[in-house]
């Protein structure tokens, strides 16, 4: 489990979200893989005499490294209690100054051995820190770069705990860890993926960092990315991941500016109700009906439009129909149901439109097959300078949607129809022209009569 007393928390997360994420505080980041990694390495030998022998480590070094090595959980909590401070200082200077691989994965061994079931002692490292500028930071920062993966992985873990437990947070500078985290994040093992995911719900309840992840390049990308993965593959994933990955959204949705800006950059409202539509535990559902509830609060103009192209109100009926442990999931569903349906009765018939075209969600909605509307909206994909029209073409080149494909060349075949003369050099600025050409011949029968009435139109335009 990623947070203390998850399931239960769950329950009561977003009417006390402040209480909630101050839990999160003192989370614990595990998986098999690291389980079996440092079992497997509290085994290996290490020749510390040896060390000693070659200048590496003093002599009082060893004899406070043999004293710990071996021992018990048991027999380990009394040598804590008494000496910790000390161990705690042994262990930051040794990872500062080691650089064999054996020796540094022997020595976060350690670490987390002294820390297990004891969080409260990363307090020592704080402690053992104040005369040393560059402690207790520095030394695992420089462990990130060796790339060994399970340095990596402990090391990020423990720069975790000792981020979320200092005062001085502004003094902590993490961009180099978001940017460390980005690339382990496209790991082509899942095992580094689960854990850098629940290191960043660790990280995420602390405001200022959910703005320097989401300014890191390439950040919010590849985790929306993963997400999308995650959904498409829902069964695989299981529901402890799904929950995991949607709970660092919603942690992010708490900042304004990203709730305003996430659908924009990342389209991931579709993925988000297509999520909840197929999920089995009740706490995945309830943290994505979250992350809608701050979309709405935080940034309804952003996130509206795209809410209700994606269907979520029907799904949000759906779910009202359903029986749930938790009651306050009831009213969520009750808020997203009013505010969803007091906007679909304001919005015009173009508004859904334009908003289908921004998602890149194009279906056949009434819109689509009226000439009347055709005849009455066909210069509005003019204005700003194209927009609507662009997106219209991009989605050409950039969907593999048949369906999307398909309406798309229709669409493209109307504006041809009721455009103005300048159409035809607007097409051939955006190169709509060579683009519904080639989806002629597609291997989808429906794109391809599409695209051969939208190529007739166009030809149509210059008699």
Not at 173 to 182: G, L, R, V
Not at 328 to 339: A, K, M, P, T
Request: glycine residues 2%; negative net charge; charged residues 25%.
């Amino acid at each position: 489990m990623i947070l203390t007393n998850s399931e239960t928390i769950i329950m009561d997360f977003e009417r006390n979200n402040s209480q909630y994420i101050e839990e999160v505080r003192h989370a614990m980041i595990s998986h098999p893989y690291l389980d079996d990694k440092l079992n497997e390495i509290r085994l290996m030998y290490i020749p510390w005499e040896e060390y000693k022998t070659i200048g590496l480590i003093t002599e009082d070094e060893v004899a406070m490294i043999k004293y710990v090595e071996n021992t018990t959980t048991n027999e380990l909590t009394p040598i804590m209690s008494e000496h910790g401070l000390y161990y705690a200082a042994l262990y930051l200077e040794l990872m500062q100054k080691l650089a064999r691989v054996d020796a540094i994965q022997k020595v976060l061994v350690f670490i987390h051995d002294m820390l297990f079931e004891h969080e409260e002692r990363i307090a020592l490292f704080h402690r053992a820190s104040e005369k040393a500028r560059e402690f207790p930071f520095e030394p695992f920062y420089k462990a990130l770069r060796i790339g060994d993966e399970f340095i990596g992985i402990q090391s990020s873990k423990i720069l975790t705990l000792l981020i979320c437990s200092t005062s001085q947070n502004s003094e902590v500078d993490i961009n180099d860890f978001f940017k460390w985290m980005t690339f382990q994040l496209q790991s082509h093992h899942q095992h580094v993926i689960d854990l850098n995911i629940q290191i960043l719900d660790t990280l995420f309840h602390l405001p200022d960092y959910r703005k320097v992840f989401w300014n890191t390049s390439h950040a919010i990308d590849s985790l929306v990315n993963i997400l999308k993965a995650a959904c498409a593959n829902q069964k695989q994933v299981g529901p402890q991941k799904m929950y995991e990955l949607t709970f660092a959204i919603w942690l992010l949705t708490f900042d304004d500016n990203i709730a305003k800006n996430m659908e924009r950059k990342c389209q991931i409202i579709p993925t988000l109700v297509n999520i909840a539509k197929f999920a089995v535990k009740e706490k995945v559902i309830r943290v994505v009906i979250a992350i809608f509830r701050n979309f709405i609060v935080k940034a309804p103009t952003e996130n509206m439009s795209s809410m209700l192209v994606s269907r979520l109100l029907p799904l949000c009926d759906h779910l009202a129909t359903r029986k749930w442990t938790d009651q306050d999931i009831v009213e969520d569903i009750q808020f997203l149901r009013s505010e969803l349906e007091k906007n679909f009765l304001s919005l015009t018939t173009f508004e859904v439109y334009a908003a289908e075209l921004e998602t890149g969600m194009l279906q056949w909605s009434p819109s689509h097959l009226s000439e009347i509307f055709w005849k009455e909206n066909t210069s509005r994909l003019n204005e700003d300078n194209h927009k609507l029209l662009k997106q219209l073409v991009r989605l050409l080149s950039s969907s593999t949607n048949p369906l999307v494909l398909a309406v798309a060349c229709h669409d493209i075949g109307q504006y041809a129809k009721y455009s103005t003369k300048d159409g035809k050099r607007i097409f051939h600025l955006l190169g709509a022209k060579q683009r519904v050409m080639e989806l002629m011949t597609h291997k989808n029968s429906e794109v391809r009569y599409h695209a051969l009435s939208a190529t007739q139109k166009y030809f149509a335009m210059t008699q």
